[in-house]
């Protein structure tokens, strides 16, 4: 469990993953470690130099480039990191403004794992480098362009964060949380399909956390499942007057949640398309 709250799957069981970023712009370095620092070590570099600097002292997990560099190019970087026995198995992610075809091509052939196109969606690019660091728990058959909807959990109980994971992961790209106040700023950053909440937590409830939620104009109409073990008729009401989609008593049977998680996320879609469908015909 992090400082921030936080939970990967790793986590649960071990040392954060270290990402070392190279950028030679302040903005972008600063806009990455805020995105990220929750749930990686980020090691930040604005020049080629300090990279290498940096790689003397630790040996990270991944590796991000810049590709415009003013000093040496993110092409020739990674050049020289694939020809180096000690750094060649770290995977690297190029992130750029080039979206062009040409340079996309030109990155993956030189042994980018994967390129990614600034400005950056925090959510896609941790999908993106989870994919790469967690590769066995993220495989997944992907046809037809398929989308996996992201679910995030927040609970205070890392053994009720695993359950969820454990029966979640192989269908969905799950977020885990285990405090309520940093939510607001993982929603800054991310676009989850679906928030399960906790209704007692230290800090603020489930239910303090729903009008808040559904104050964001994004999240108007994102599903909401609350899961407790005060299953009661008031709490329910209660959970529902809020803003809450469905409610889960705990001790939950692994299929009854993943129903819920399914038929809420196609409703959810199906809403969203609605209310786009709406605003531009009024």
Sequence with gaps: MTKSGFVSASSLTGARKKILYLDDMNFNLIALKKALEAYY????????????????????????????????????NIKKLKADARYKEIPVIFLTCNSDKQSVVKGLSMGAAAYVVKPFNGLKLMETINNQLYPKENSRTVQNNDYNPSVLVVDD??????????????KYNVFLLSKS????????????????LDYLMPGLSGFELIPKIRAIPAYKYIPIIIITTEGTVKNVSDAISRGASDFIVKPFEINELIFKVDKHIRLGKSQREKSEIDFLLN
């Design 41 to 76: 070590e980020i090691y930040l570099a604005e020049s080629t130099n300090k990279m290498y600097k940096i790689l003397e002292k630790i040996t990270p997990d991944m590796i991000i480039l810049d590709v415009n560099m003013p000093d040496i190019d993110g092409y020739e």
């Design 157 to 170: 109980m890392s053994s009720m964060l695993r359950t969820i994971h454990h029966a979640l992961h192989d």
């Design 181 to 196: 106040d940093v939510v607001m700023d993982f929603l800054q950053n991310n676009n989850p399909d679906i928030i399960l």
